[in-house]
């Protein structure tokens, strides 16, 4: 599944076989939570974007349409018109998200429905079975994600659920008869010891690969680093390694230093439809008085359908009018700018540059672009 290719001052070049092509890490996965990346783009465009794997979310899936209906249209790939590799998080994630609508216990986390307040109950096993109905090509473990800071002894007892449901998750797949690859989720909250305990426990399952989970939710970036620091040394050398929901482009690059293969985040689409771009020069704000009449695209570095068509001064236009193709074309340019930059990632590895690459972009991309903006603002 996980061929790893080369290490470069802590960078990893991977690639990892799926039935669904071939993909190559370090690898950005572009958010589908619903099986649709907001932005209005649609699954057939990811290609021009530089997608190589879209991500789609089983507890939202559940909800709405169902993955019983899902499962009868084909599958999710079918249902969404991709024919590349889904990652399917498992729902755990909304055990963190949805605290005022949920009680967690040991057989698993009750919920009400956001849509429309119904009883729903989630566990190992039901997660498993959503997954395996929705037909994706890699399918997260079930866990529980703790809020940072958090008292240490709900994160152990937390951890030890979590290590519980992810031999449960095991056993159902194998049940199910499923060969898809389950990758287990660290958890620890920013406990380094606690990270370390359970990363070593759950590496003794033989999984096809390893997420680190929890972060990125309220610890400092200082906390975030110390903790990804202390956990991938004991991940399996050989496995795929994920960092859940992180982050900025200069996040990435960090963790990549760091020895982290795949990422995930809907900064990207996000930020584009409130007008904030990234771009090679860092970021800058679409809104901008300055672009009003600037022919010149985004970022003249960007070879997106969007910087290949449009200027600053027209997107300014649509965003003060108010045109949902504001964001559109926006997301476009973002989402291709994510998969870019892990393609330079993955080149600059490739050459044995990582390092020299790391400096002059890792904090650039950070600060607020000097070609559309005043000063240099930490993001």
């Known amino acids: 599944m996980f061929t790893l290719i080369k290490i470069d001052s802590g960078a990893r070049r991977g690639r990892l076989e799926t039935p669904r092509g071939t993909v190559e890490t370090p690898l950005f996965m572009n958010v589908a939570t619903t099986a649709a990346i907001k932005g209005g783009v649609t699954a057939p465009e990811l290609k021009a974007l530089k ?11 559940h909800i709405r349409p169902g993955d019983g209906l899902i499962r009868e249209m084909g599958g999710l790939h079918r249902f969404m018109s991709w024919d590349g590799p889904i990652l399917t998080d498992s729902g755990g994630f909304q055990a963190f998200s949805l605290a005022k609508l949920r009680k967690v216990k040991e057989e698993g986390v009750y919920f009400q429905s956001h849509t429309d307040g119904r009883k729903i109950f989630m566990g190992p096993e039901e997660s498993m079975r959503i997954q395996h109905n929705l037909g994706s090509d890699i399918v997260m473990a079930f866990d529980e994600c703790v809020s940072n800071p958090a008292e240490r002894g709900y994160v152990e007892d937390s951890v030890g659920r979590t290590t519980r449901w992810l031999v449960r998750c095991k056993e159902e797949l194998e ?60 991940m399996p050398v050989g496995k795929p390694r994920y960092l859940m929901g992180v982050g900025t482009p200069s996040d990435i690059i960090e963790a990549v230093a760091r020895g982290i293969d795949m990422f995930d985040c809907v900064m990207p689409t996000r930020n584009a439809r409130h007008a904030t ?44 009018a108010g ?25 600059a590895i490739d050459a044995g540059e990582f390092d020299a690459f790391r400096r002059e972009n890792s904090l650039k991309l950070s600060r607020l672009s000097t070609d559309g903006e005043t000063g240099a603002d930490e993001f």
């Open 175 to 234: 049940r199910l008869g499923s060969r898809r690859p389950l990758m287990g989720i660290n958890q620890g909250g920013v406990y380094e010891d606690i990270r370390v305990r359970h990363m070593n426990e759950i590496a003794g399952l033989d999984l096809p690969g390893y997420a680190v989970g929890g972060l990125a939710v309220g610890e400092t970036k200082e906390d975030m680093f110390r903790v990804i620091e202390a956990v991938t040394p004991f």
């Open 51 to 61: 997608c190589q794997t879209a991500l789609c979310n089983a507890y939202h899936l």
């Open 277 to 320: 771009v990234f771009t090679s020069d860092g970021i800058t704000h679409a809104t901008n008085e300055r672009y009003a009449k600037d022919e010149k695209p985004l970022d003249e570095r960007c070879e997106c359908p969007t910087c290949r068509n449009f200027s600053r001064a027209y997107i300014r236009h649509l965003f003060k």
């Open 323 to 347: 045109e949902i193709l504001a964001g559109r074309l926006t997301s476009q340019h973002n989402l291709y700018f994510y998969n870019a930059l892990t393609e330079r990632i993955r080149g």
